[in-house]
Structure formats: C-alpha cells, structure tokens
C-alpha cells in the first residue's frame, strides 16, 4: 500500500470519527435505495405542493369552476390526430349534449375538428405565492379565456380536479406538519417531565400515558370533532383539526422521549458533565438534547402519514375539514355514490397522489429509522 | 400456582385502574362539549312544535340529575358502566344497552375475526420469510406491507366497492339481507351475516395483516440467528419442526402481547369502513350518534365499550402469556 493511500484512508477513518451525527446518518441513508428514490418522491410531491397555486391551472375553490364542463372527463393532451400532428399539445373541443337517450345526464363528445393548443406561463386567477409574493402566472392552460383545461377532469359543480388535487396535498403537508409540531411540544414536556424526574410521577404519568393509549383514538377523535360548531370558519376547523391530532399524537411519542432520557440520563457523559459543575439546564441542553434528536426526528418523521390518513379519514365522514378547503377526504367526500362509482371513476385519481405521498413518507421514515441506528449495520 | 393467581390479580386490578382513568377522560371529554343532555332533547322538542322555556330545561336538568357536581355524576356514570348500564341515549330516550345490545357484539365478533384472519395469515407468511432467502418473495411481501401501511382500508373499501360497480354491477354493502335484517337470530339470519360479514372482515384484516405480517418476520429474523437454533441445527433437527420447535416460541410471545394494540387500530378503521359499507353495527351508530345528532350520552357509552374490550383483550393475553411463560409472571412480582 502506498504512501498516499494510506493517507487518503486515515484520513476517511478521521472524518468517519469526528462526523457529526447528521451527516453519520446522511451517509448510511444514501446507501439504502428504495428510500433515497422515496425521499427524492416526498420532495417532489412537497414542491408541487407548496407550488400549488403556480402549477395549477385555476382556482380550486368554486370560484374557478368551469361552468360548461361539469363532471367532465380528463382531457388528455395530444400531440396528433387525424388532422396531423403539431409539435405544440392540445386538447380536443367538446360538444355537450343531453336528451332523453342519455337518460338527461350530460353526454360530453370530443369534436375531433377543434384544437384547443396548450399555452405555458399564462396569465390566469391572482394568487399569492408562499402566502406573500402576488403573481397571476400558471404553469400552463388554454390560450384565451373562454375554454378550459382539465387534466383530471372536473367534479359535479365544475371545479378542476387537477387544481384541487395539488391543492389538497398542500392542505395535507400543512396540516400534518402542525399536527406532528403540537404532539411534539406535548411530547417532549410530558416524556422530558416523566423522563428526567422519574420516580413516583414517572410511574403515574405512564399510566395515564397507556389508559389514554388504550383509547381508541378515531372514535375518540370523532366524537370531539362532531361537536365542533357548524358555523365555525374553515381556517378555525383546520387548526381545531390538527390540535386534534396533535393531541391523539403524544402517547406514543411521549414514551420514545422518556425512554431515551431514561437511558441517558445514567450515561457516564452525564456523570462526568455533571462532576465538572455543569447545571442542570446545560446538561440538557447540551448534552440531553442533541443526544436523542435525530431518534426523535425519526419518531415525528413516522407519525406523519397517520396524522395525514387521520385528517383524511375525519374529512371523509364530514367530521374534519369542509369544502371551501381542499384535503382529499373533502374531495372523496361524495364518490361512494353509485353515480359517481358508475360514471365519473376520475374522481378518484388524487387518491393515488397520497397512496404515493403516504408509501414516501412511510419508506422514508424506514430509511431513516435504520439509518438512526448505530446498530443497523451490524444487524444485517 | 399461588404466584400466578397472584399476577392474575395485579394484572385484574391494573385493567380496572386502567378503566377507571379511560372512563374518567372519556365522560369529562363528554362534558366539555358545548350543551349537555337536558339542551339537546328539549331543543329536538322544540323543532317539534312544542314551546319550551328556560324553566323546562332546569327542570329537565333536575330530572336528569345533571345539577349534581361532577364527581358525582361521574361515579354514577362508572358504577353503571362497570354493570353494563349506560343510562339512556340523550335524544333517543332508548336504554343504551338496549340499543346498543347485538351491534355491539357484531362489531366485535367482525373486529376479532379481522384479527384471526390477519394472523392466520401472517404468521406462517411472516416465518416462512424470515427463514428462506428468496429475494422475490421477500420483497414482494415488503411491498405488500408497504401498500397494506399506505392505503388506508376505507380507500381499500372504495376501491373495492369501485371495481365492483363497475366490473359485476354490485355494490357488496350491508350486512344482512332485507328480509333477515329485523328477524330474530336464526341459523339462516347467521349464514346471511356471515355471506355479507366476509368483506368488512377481509378489508379489517387487511392492515392488520400487513402489520402483524412485518412484526412476525423482524421478530423472527432477530431469533433464527441465534446460536440455539444453531446448536438444534447441529443435533440434526431441520425444516418445520426446526422453526416451530425452537424460534417461533420466541418469536411469538411478543406478537400475542400486540394483539390489543392490533384490536385498537381495527377499532379506529371500524366506523370509517362501516360508513362506506354501510353497515349496521356500533361504529356506524357511533358516526349516527355523532353526526346526526350529537347525542355525547351514547357516544361516550360506545367509546367506553371499545376500550372496555382492548383493556379485556391485553388482560387476556398478558394471562396467556404468563401461562406459557414462567419468566414473566416473576417479573411482575420482583
């Protein structure tokens, strides 16, 4: 071996020791493939949903329905048809009609002679971008005003179910997010409390802690929300929501917390912190803390897609979110109709956004978990 | 055999101190909400045409007992949860247990046949995985557990129900037929339950499976390796006899101590699943008792008997286990 080798190699072996955490468990987690292609999937998923408002060709709410195209099948962009190709996507025009053979349901027929071409970064309803920046531009939609696009198709008052759908997601991130940062906070004080004393509270705190785990949470959880004031604004239901599930959240959370303070807390680095006159908060700041953060990183990383099924699930009996909202349980809301099961199956197109949104987070957390482990190497 | 009673005992006297503190939070979650019992059933008596007055709701207030202090009401309340009396619905003026009699016990018959079925499957599925080392089966039995985490049952139960519409024209919901559904209970009342009962049961299980399954594989896959199985390898025994004989054991003690955390997550998807399958048991008259009518009186009752019976189902387990386990009978007792 040579010189230069060897150097090359105690210098991996120097960085291997005095890596920090974060990047310890960045390095194992870029070794595990299913979940590297699954967090390159949530990221994507979390940029269309924060980019909702741009990507989207119209307003989600009933005020960019599309009066002339209700329950209206997807439009799927082509590039040719019997007229010969075009190198710019369009969608073909379509003729309504209605008459006593087709039972007086709108009967859409795609009129193969008009080309209705797709424009890219036009101007269309105003939005704010990240809440703040004003703009009017979208991705894409239809030159001039009068006709619209929808990739998914529309729902029974008209309104695009591709908008709703990125929409919808962003309500999901959003309210996951809050949810998971309420059982947090209350994670971290009940577990830190029980955790660090210890004791008699300890004992008694996790009781309380499994009697309220033994609950199931949904009922639980529907028999709060059925309560909640029909005249409430959606802004009041969506954080009334995601205290909800923050508050079903924390048992479990809770335990993971005081277990790894029970643990560490008896860690000779502990000891030895403490034999050099450090105070109690010091410890916890600097030692306790960052000693379990990346575990709990994990944990919270975990519980999100339940908080999401959670909300969706709510939304879904008309117990959580309601319509001026977009989540997907308000969008699933009306399909166990027969009509709907019969005639307009796209309405159930989202539904794979978040079976792919949840399998990422899921897959993620997995990755994540393994890679947290100083253990899991040894394991396999 | 004086130890184990005494364990039974502890772990009795630890499931009802349990149920005492899920019965004190769920009646004071009760309480909390805005409008007690009195409110709700003279309101429903107003919007029948009957003049009502503040004076009546106080009466009816005293009628009810609602005027006593909370501690009160709540030992009341536990008292008569603990005999399988509820008091009567708030807007129905039915005895609960009444009411709530065979929907109950439909539910829960549903809800622990979800749960045998799952391991029924799970369990060979999950030991045969973890001892072969074939990558396909492997891995497509971790996608599965994947889907089975990710697709939520009641999106399964759509789906379900979607296909089939579309594909054999029948929409699968209920659970008896029309002609059997007031009937009494009867051999041919059951073999209809059971002709409508197979789906909500496999869509129950169908999480249930993928979980148990993923558990089943880690736990065994942690004992395969250990050295007695070696050392059982060694004096010659192979195969089926092999993993039943000497890891499953192991293997399996912590999966009989999960089955109430399992109980619990079907409870949590029973009402949704019963919404859309429309079907008539405890979890869709808790959605009526919520939903429609906001009747706390019910809804609490229901809650009550759910984790009335994780809390029996982990007291049995724990039992079950301590009888197939000396170790941890002891531990209870250091």
């Known amino acids: 071996m040579s010189a230069k080798t060897m150097k090359s190699l105690q210098q991996d072996k120097e960085t291997y020791f005095t890596a920090s955490q974060s990047q310890l468990i960045w390095a194992r987690f870029k070794k595990q493939r299913a979940a590297m292609i699954a967090a390159g999937v949530l990221v994507f998923i979390i940029v269309i949903g924060i980019l909702a408002p741009a990507l989207s060709p119209y307003d989600p709410t009933i005020a960019g329905r599309d009066r002339d195209y209700l329950n209206g099948a997807p439009q799927i962009p082509q590039f040719c048809d019997k007229n010969g190709c075009s190198l710019r996507p369009f969608i073909h025009g379509v003729e309504r009609t209605r008459s006593a053979e087709t039972n007086f349901r709108w009967v859409e027929e795609p009129n193969e002679d008009i080309r209705h071409y797709i424009a890219f970064f036009v101007e269309g309803s105003e939005f704010d971008l990240f809440g703040v920046i004003p703009m009017d531009t979208h991705l894409f939609g239809l030159q001039g005003d009068e006709k619209m696009i929808h990739l998914f198709g529309t729902d029974s008052a008209g309104k695009d179910i591709f908008s709703r759908t990125l929409h919808a997601i962003f309500t999901s991130l959003q309210i996951g997010t809050l949810g998971v940062l309420i059982s947090f906070v209350l994670a971290l004080i009940i577990g830190g409390v029980s955790g660090y004393y210890g004791g008699r509270l300890d004992s008694v705190i996790q009781m309380v802690t499994d009697a309220v785990r033994t609950i199931p949470a949904i009922p639980l959880v529907m028999s709060v929300a059925a309560f909640v004031p029909t005249e409430w604004t959606s802004e009041q239901r969506f954080f009334m929501i995601a205290i909800i599930l923050g508050l079903i959240g924390w048992p479990t959370l809770a335990r993971r917390v005081r277990t790894h303070l029970l643990t560490e807390r008896n860690q000779e680095y502990v000891l030895a912190a403490q034999l050099c006159g450090a105070s109690s908060p010091h410890i916890i700041r600097r030692h306790l803390l960052p000693s379990f953060t990346s575990y709990i990183i994990v944990d919270l990383v975990i519980s999100f897609p339940y908080m999401v099924l959670t909300e969706t699930g709510l939304s879904f009996i008309g117990l959580g979110l309601k319509d001026p909202v977009n989540s997907l349980g308000v969008m699933l809301q009306n399909v166990t109709k027969a009509d709907v099961l019969l005639n307009y199956q796209w309405y159930f197109i989202p539904v794979l956004f978040f079976v792919a949104l949840v399998m990422a987070f899921v897959f993620v957390g997995d990755g994540l978990r393994d890679a947290a482990d100083p253990y899991s190497d040894s394991k396999k | ?334």
């Open chain 2, 1 to 334: 055999m004086l130890q184990f009673g005494r364990f039974a005992l502890m772990r009795a006297a630890m499931a009802f101190i349990t149920l005492l503190i899920v019965s004190f939070v769920v009646f004071s979650l009760m309480e909390l909400v805005p409008g007690d019992c009195a409110e709700r059933y003279l309101s429903y008596k107003q919007t029948q045409g009957v003049a009502i007055s503040i004076a009546d709701i106080e009466s009816e207030r005293v009628r009810l007992g609602l005027d006593r202090p909370f501690i009160t009401r709540w030992s009341t309340w536990v008292v008569g949860a603990f005999q399988g009396d509820f008091g009567d619905s708030c807007i129905l003026r039915v005895n609960i247990a009444d009411l709530l009699g065979a929907k109950f016990w439909i539910s829960l018959a549903i809800a622990m046949s979800s749960l045998l079925l799952a391991y029924s499957i799970a369990v060979p599925v999950g030991i045969i995985a973890a001892s072969s080392r074939n990558a396909v089966l492997n891995n497509s039995l971790r996608i599965f557990s994947y889907l089975g985490l990710a697709m939520p049952n009641f999106l399964l139960a759509l789906m379900i129900m979607l296909v089939a519409t579309v594909y054999f024209g029948e929409t699968l919901t209920g659970l008896f037929s029309a002609e059997y559904r007031d009937a009494d209970w009867s051999w041919a009342k059951f073999v209809d339950l059971l002709k409508h009962a197979w789906l909500p049961i496999f869509i129950l299980g169908w999480s249930a499976t993928a979980f148990a399954l993923q558990t089943v594989r880690a736990l065994m896959s942690d004992e395969i390796g250990k050295l007695y199985v070696t050392a059982a390898k060694a004096r010659g025994l192979y195969g089926a006899k092999l993993l039943w004989r000497y890891p499953a054991r192991h293997a399996l003690a912590p999966i009989v101590n999960s089955l109430g955390f399992d109980l619990n997550r079907v409870f949590n998807e029973l009402p949704i699943v019963a919404l859309i399958l429309t079907l008539s048991e405890a979890g869709s008259l808790l959605i009526d008792a919520l939903a429609k009518s906001n009747d706390q009186q019910l809804a609490g009752a229901i809650i009550f008997l759910l984790t009335a019976s994780i809390v029996t189902l982990n007291f049995l387990t724990d039992i079950l286990l301590a009888i197939m386990d000396p170790r941890i009978r002891k531990s209870i007792l250091r």
